[in-house]
Structure formats: structure tokens, C-alpha cells
């Protein structure tokens, strides 16, 4: 992680400076697995809105930081930013604390435009927004890859923008996050992305995709219970149920070679109050937001989920089926399993 301080003069002085900060690293797909730096990197992640209960998708410091802390705490290496590129807050912090980022453009659903608007006024508007995006952030070392869009069906349209992105950075790898387990992939997306997607993909998905011609990333999976919300109130024990299913499905991701790894569904619940209508002023406050199903509430306050979170992406494992209880005077070992891309275990500290 470097530094770099740009400077304009007039005359021999100083008018305006302007700090940024850059990394170099390698991202590379090697048939269907994903290195980073040469060595094989697992995703384990989660997805993100801008969002608060009472500014809705407006935030101000030090709140990014504070999401990137909170992730970090719980052992996620990945934040998705659902779906549309955040403040540069987010990004300047992922790039202080060691955060990947899966930056993705401002399209979801997109096809349902299709056929309402001229092609030609789709398309342009689709590159333009990429390009935009691309050009901002792409000197922020955090980022990852670059998902095209969320959930749409792919088109020209963004074909046209990937490629336009590729001309930005040709560095980082693509994906375009799609819903479908069973969905086809085009022959033009699979030559433009690198990185393969589905969401949801189920607890048969990481064997599904073990023999995939190109990595897979499921772009949302897992999410919390948020559906069944009278039970969630008289039981809150059920929460606890989210615990061994994302445990499996964490160790299943992880062995199974094609998937590179994945997002929780979502990262904070979202859900924000918004003013009566100016039309309608005798209507009261509306609640606004795409549901409650995070492991940190609106608030950033942690939920019980939190922790089965933290321990299922835990990058130290202890085998306890290995455990042999001693008896008086003997001695025990215990397994101990590394999971750290980088970091050698003599480098912790049992506390």
C-alpha cells in the first residue's frame, strides 16, 4: 500500500495537493480458481447498502469506516457493494483496514427496461455509467473485481460496457452476478467475465460448480431468517439456526475447487424511515428498505447471527472430532486448521 502526493504549482508555489492512495497486487484466473498474489484466495463475504434508519441511502463519517471494522471483526474478507458503486468513503477505508471489494454497477433488473426505451439510449447510458465508475475508483487497491450488473439479463448493452471497462483496467476480473442456479450462461458472457455467478444456489451448490470451467461466486446466498418475523419474536432461538447450515456451507464453499466463494445476504438489515409524500402530507411516515436481514441491524448493533457468522468464516478452525479428552497427568493435542491465505499461525497469539 502506497502514498502518492500530487502537487500543482504556479510560480514555483503551491496551489491545491492531492493525496490518493494506490497498492499493487495480482489478480489472476488460472482455468477455475481465483489467486491473488499467487496463491489460491477463497471469498467469504457479505453484501452492502448504503444505508441508515433515519438519512436512508445517505451517510456520513466516520459510518463506512465503522462497517469495515465491523466486517473485519467478524472475519469477512469481501464486501459486495449492492448494487451500485458507494460513497469513496467505503473505499479509502477498505483500502486503510484490508478489505476486498466486489464493486458492481448501477444496474439491477435491467431487462425490464428492454423494449420501454430506445436500444441505442440503453446502451449509451449503461457504458457511460461503467465508465464513470471505472474511472473513479479503479486506483483503489481494495477492489477486487467489478461486477457488470445485479440480476439482469445480459444484453449488447453490457457487453459494450464490459468491454469499455476492460479498456479502463484490464487488471481485474469481471463477473456479472446473476439469480438462477439452473440459468444458461450466454456465449457472450462467458467470453466477457471471468468470473462465473448465481445466488442462492442451495446446499448442493458448492458441489454443483466443484467442476465448473470457470470460477463461481455465489453473489448472494445464506441470507438470515427475516420472513417469518412473529416467530423471530416469540422464539429468538431460531436465530440460531443460521449457525451449522452457514458453517457447512462455508467448509463445502472452501473445498469445493470451482467456487470461489460467497456473499451473505446482506451484510446490515435495510430498513429506513422516509417523510409523508409532498402530495400526500395526511400520510404518515413510511418505512422504506429492502427487509431485516443482516447479522448487524440498522443500527450497526450486532445480532446473534453476528457470531455464527464470525465463527463459520473463522480462518482458524479447531478440529474438535480430533480432540481425545486426557486422562489425570496426560497430555493432549488438538488440530488446528490454518486457513489464512498468508498469515502463518506461529504469527497468533493463543489468549
Not at 109 to 129: C, D, L, M
Not at 170 to 190: A, C, D, M
Request: hydrophobic share 35%.
Amino acid at each position: 500500500l502506497y502514498r502518492a502526493r500530487l502537487t500543482l504549482q504556479r510560480d514555483g508555489r503551491p496551489t491545491e495537493v492531492i493525496e490518493r492512495v494506490f497498492g499493487c497486487k495480482r489478480v489472476e484466473v488460472r482455468g477455475n480458481v481465483l489467486f491473488v498474489n499467487g496463491a489460491v484466495q477463497k471469498l467469504f463475504g457479505v453484501n452492502r447498502h448504503e444505508t441508515h434508519p433515519q438519512r436512508g441511502r445517505s451517510l456520513v463519517e466516520p459510518m463506512w469506516r465503522e462497517d469495515v471494522a465491523h466486517y473485519r471483526a467478524a472475519n469477512v474478507n469481501l464486501i459486495r457493494t449492492c448494487h451500485y458503486p458507494p460513497a469513496e468513503e467505503l473505499f479509502e477505508a477498505a483500502d486503510e483496514l484490508g478489505m476486498f471489494v466486489e464493486c458492481e454497477g448501477p444496474f439491477c433488473w435491467s431487462h425490464e427496461s428492454y423494449g420501454k426505451f430506445p436500444a441505442e439510449e440503453i446502451r449509451a447510458n449503461t457504458v457511460r455509467q461503467t465508465e464513470e465508475m471505472g474511472r473513479f475508483l479503479r486506483q483503489h487497491p481494495s477492489i477486487l473485481l467489478w461486477s457488470v450488473a445485479n440480476e439482469s439479463d445480459w444484453s449488447d448493452h453490457f457487453a459494450a460496457s464490459s468491454e469499455a471497462l476492460r479498456r479502463i483496467d484490464p487488471t481485474r476480473p469481471q463477473t456479472f452476478e446473476y439469480v438462477s442456479i439452473q440459468r444458461q450462461q450466454t456465449e457472450s458472457e462467458l467470453a466477457h467475465c471471468e468470473i462465473g455467478s448465481t445466488h442462492y444456489p442451495g446446499p448442493t451448490g458448492p458441489e454443483v460448480f466443484r467442476n465448473n470451467a470457470r470460477p463461481v461466486n455465489f453473489g448472494e446466498y445464506c441470507h438470515l431468517n427475516a420472513y417469518n418475523r412473529h416467530e423471530l419474536v416469540t422464539d429468538p432461538g431460531v436465530r440460531d439456526a443460521l449457525g451449522p447450515f452457514l458453517s457447512r456451507m462455508v467448509d463445502d464453499m472452501r473445498d469445493s475447487v470451482g467456487v470461489c466463494g460467497g456473499s451473505i445476504w446482506a451484510g446490515m438489515d435495510d430498513t429506513f424511515v422516509l417523510p409523508p409524500l409532498r402530495t400526500q402530507p395526511e400520510q404518515p411516515t413510511r418505512l422504506a428498505g429492502y427487509g431485516s436481514w443482516g447479522p448487524l441491524d440498522a443500527w450497526r448493533r450486532e445480532k446473534p447471527e453476528f457470531w455464527h457468522m464470525k465463527k463459520a468464516y473463522s480462518p482458524v478452525r479447531i478440529r474438535t472430532a480430533d480432540i481425545i479428552l486426557p486422562t489425570q497427568g496426560d497430555t493432549t493435542g488438538v488440530s488446528i486448521e490454518n486457513r489464512f491465505i498468508f498469515t502463518n499461525l506461529k504469527d497468533l497469539t493463543l489468549a
